[in-house]
Structures are given as C-alpha cells and as structure tokens.
C-alpha cells in the first residue's frame, strides 16, 4: 500500500508547502511531475480541500504501478468527500485487494442513513478505518459514521465516536452532534432531552440544524405540544432558510401536511405549488401537482356551493390566481368563479374575471397553438357581455358583439340572439331590434320596444307573434301591453279579441279591476269607446307598468 501523504505532519505549513510544490511543478516533466501533481492533490485533501484536489488528479497521469495506486487511491477518497459525486475514479488493483478504505466508500457517500441499510461488519471495518485519514476528512466523515452508528444501535462504537467530536472545534458543540444526541435521546423515549438538543442544533446552519428544526415540529406533533397551526408557522419559518435538495424538498412536504392539518387550504397549495416548481420531473412533483390539485378543487367547489362565504371566496381566488393563472386546467376554475360572481350579482367583479380568463387563453394560444380552443373563449366573451349587460354597461357590451363567433350550438346561438337583442333595445334601437333574425324568443322583447317606442300597432303585431309562438301564457305585464297597444291604436275589434284570447286575463289579481270596468266586449261594445273605459285602460297602462317593474321576466319575455 503506497504512502498516501495524508498526514499534516507530512508536508508541514499548507501554504509555504503549497508553494513550494507549485514552484518545482513548473521546472518539472515525465515522473517526476505527475508525482508532484499527486503531492499537491493530496496537500489540499488533507484540508478538507476536495474540489482542489479533484482538479490535480483530472489533470495528472500516472506512470509507474505505485502512481497509478496512489491516484486510485486518492481519487476514491474525493469521490467519497464529494456530494453526488458519480463514481469516475479507478479501480484499485489486484495488488490491494484489502484496501481498508474501501468500506468507507459504501458508507460516507451513500444514500441518506434512513433509507440505506449498512452491514454492521462494514461499520464495523470503517470504524477502524477512520485512523488513516486526515483530520480535516475525520471530521467530515464523523457525523454521518455516528448516526450509522446510532442506527445500528452500535453503541460502544456511538460513544467512542462521540467521544472524538471534542476532538475537531467545528463539532464539538455543533448542530450535528447536538442533532444526534437528540435523537438517541428520543429514541429512549427522554422526551424533554431530545427537544432541549434539537433546539440547540436549530441555532446552526448547516443540514443538520435545518433536520434539528423537523426533528422538533415533528416531536412536539407526536406530544401534543404543537398544534397544526404553530407546526406551520414554525415550518413556514424554516422554510426560507433551507430550499433546493432533499431536505429543503422535505421540509416543503411537512410544511404543506401542517397547513392542511390546520386548515390552511390556499397556502398549501402554494407550499405544494412551490415543490412541483422546484423539483420538476420528479416523483414528489407529480405528488405535490396531484394533492394541489386536489385541494383546489375543493376549494372552488365549497366555494361555488355557497360554503364559502363571497368575501372569502374572492379572497380565496385572489390568492390562487396569482400562482395557478397559467397553470393548464385553472381557466376552468376561474370561470366557475365568475359564474358565482354573476349568480350573486356581482357582475362588474364576473365580467372582469371572464374577460382575464379569455385574454390568458389567447396569449396561451398565441404561444402554443395545440391549446386554442376559440368556442371557449367565445364562451367566456359571451358572459362577459352577458355580465355587462346586467350591470347595465350596454355600451361596453356592444363593443365585445364582433369578438363573438358564430356558433352552430342552438343555445350558444340564441344567447347571443338574446344579447344582441337586448344591447338594440336598452340603447334605443328599436328599428334595428326589430329587423333583426326572428328568434321566437324574441318576439316579446321586440314587442315591449314597439310599445315602448308608442308604435302601438306593429306592437299589438309583435304580442300576437309572441303569445302564439311560446308555449306559457303571457305574464301579466305582457298581457296588460297587448291590450293597451290594441285599445291605443284605434282597433277596438283587437281588443275584444285579445280578451277573448285571454281568457284567465280576469283571473289575474292586477287585472280585476279592468275586466270588471271592460266586461265581456261582446255585451259591452260601446263602452269601449267611453272616456271612462280609456281612463281604466290609462289606469291599466300603469298597473302594467308596475307588474313590470316587479316581474321584468314577464316584461321581457324569457331568455
């Protein structure tokens, strides 16, 4: 086994030694230089110095059997002390088949100790083993060799290694052992000891302390000590100070398991949010999208049944749109939303969240054309003037019109009929409302802008059309207009056909009054050219208005 130069005895001071390498490195060739090249590596990982000393060993070639063992040699150890590190260095050769570091290399750089299961005759190997490396690789390799230990319930092996803590400063009160007693203390069930050295280990910085802090939500969990919402907070806490590998992937998934605990929904999606973001393409993502998923469906489903109250709901959705807007799939939860938006009557907040949601689907579909779907977006331009309309922006409204594509759907074509109709007669255009495609839906609607417009003939026409080609009887409001529009445009013959027509016209509460003044028109024809009886019908005229006013279904007709 060729002499490692490991010891700092070895070379003396780091830096005049160093120097001193450096200086005969660069008069030197063949031999000689890959020798001095294998001296500098094994000066820098002497000190701990791993990615220097890789950095000589990639450049340096061996050339005799003893250079080629002693590369191997070193290589295996900066592996070891590396990270993640992917196995490059050689084999050693058959010439050292009882290489005693060897078993180190199966421990110090393996999985995490929870997950690997060590021999205990290759603990035991690499205990012993631990007497030819240098301080600097001691002291890296003690902390992952006494939780083995611990693990393997070693104990003799764990004190001993203990022991060798006070040996190295940067231990000897340091997260990891502080880490570790706390665990041997909570696995002898000592409680209140194993609490008092995670705290201490907390205070470091370094993995270990960031494992002290899950070990302590964890424990006062189990005890009772910690509610779910003080358990996330804390979690919340060590989670800016720890992000990127493994543990910071831990700590994200303890994090989001409290603020379910404790009801906190939106933040944990976020929490989840953040892991898929993070570590993409890995299982744990996959998970974390499938129980953010999970919750935000829940979410907009209690909110959508009225178990949320409006204020929180928007709240809720606020909060989520800010980190889920361009996740595939949200647009369908931000339209239920402004759906409830618009049932509660929200309609200015509805419109704004429908027209948010058709904008991002076109920037998406500008980016990606496998995602363009124009029928949904032409759906959500559709509620967003439906939106508008209720809220009386009639103007608005009529500016999203050209935005709306033609559907072959009968119910998406007769809302927009029904939208077109309504923007035409609330801005006065009743010429226009009446031209229009003759939708049976419509009719009514095209009637009450006649009456309205005092074209009392064309409007009695319309009310005929409406009340033949809808299979309720006119409302009240409706039936009061059809009247007054006959009676109004001199054709009294009308009249007494729209009575007869109508025949539970008396038998409506609003109306008595006018069928007892007007009576059957066959016994009473004259009168319905009296003073009087157009008194009653002026009297009628604003009865209806105000059955109108109180049922604008009846008034308008149904969409």
Known sequence: ????????????????????????????????????????????????????????????????????????????????????????????????????????????????????????????????????????????????????????EAWPEARALARRFELHPGLADGSALHFLLGRVAESGGEDVAAFDSYRRASAGRDAFAQRARLAMVDLGQRTGVLEPADAAQVLAEAATLWRGDELGLATRQALADAQVAAGDRIGAVGTLADIFQHHRNSLPAQ????????????????????????????????RLARDLRFVPGFHRHAEAYADRLM??????????????????????????????????????????????VAGGQHEAAAAILPLLPPSRDIEIARRQATLRAGILRATGQTEALVAA?????????????????????????????????????LAPAAAARMVLAAHRSGQP???????????DLPETPA???????????????????????????????????????????????DP
């Open 493 to 503: 013959g009308r009249v007494e056909e729209a009575l007869a027509e109508l025949p």
């Open 343 to 388: 049932a509660l009557g929200a309609t200015a907040a509805a419109a704004r969240e429908y027209a948010t949601v058709a904008d991002l689907l076109e920037v998406v579909a500008e980016v990606d054309k496998a995602a363009e779907d124009p029928e949904l977006v032409g759906m959500l331009r559709l509620k967003q003037a439906e939106a508008l």
């Open 1 to 152: 086994m060729p002499k490692l130069g490991l010891r700092a005895g070895d070379f003396g001071d780091f830096v005049e030694r160093r120097a001193a390498l450096a200086e005969a490195l660069a008069s030197s060739a063949g031999p000689a230089r890959t020798g001095l090249m294998l001296d500098i590596a094994a000066l820098h990982l002497a000190r701990g110095l791993v990615a220097e000393a890789r950095s000589f060993l990639s450049a340096a070639s061996p050339e005799t059997p003893a250079q080629d063992l002693r590369a191997a040699a070193l290589s295996y150890l900066a592996d070891t002390f590396t990270p993640h590190a992917a196995d490059e260095s050689p084999e050693p050769g058959a010439d050292w088949p009882e290489w005693p570091l060897l078993p180190l290399l199966e421990i110090l750089n393996g999985p995490p100790v929870a997950e690997a299961y060590v021999a205990p005759a290759t603990f035991a190997r690499a205990f012993e083993a631990l007497d030819l490396l240098p301080a600097a690789l001691q002291a890296e390799s003690l902390p992952r060799m006494l939780e083995i230990a611990i693990a393997l």
């Open 437 to 473: 495609r003759d939708w049976p839906h419509l009719a009514l609607m095209k009637a009450d802008a006649l009456f309205e417009d005092g074209q009392w003939r064309r409007a009695f026409d319309h009310y005929q059309r409406a009340r033949t080609a809808q299979d309720t009887p």
């Open 511 to 557: 109306w008595a009054d006018i069928a007892r003044e007007i009576g059957a028109p066959q016994d009473q024809p004259a009168r319905l050219q009296s003073r009087n009886v157009r008194d009653q019908l002026l009297s009628a005229g604003r009865v209806a208005d105000r059955v109108a006013a109180a049922d604008p279904t009846g008034a308008e007709g």
């Open 287 to 318: 998970i974390a999208r499938q129980r953010a998923d999970a919750l935000v469906a829940a979410i907009y489903a209690d909110g959508t049944g009225g178990a949320l109250a409006l204020a929180d709901f928007m709240a809720a959705h606020e």
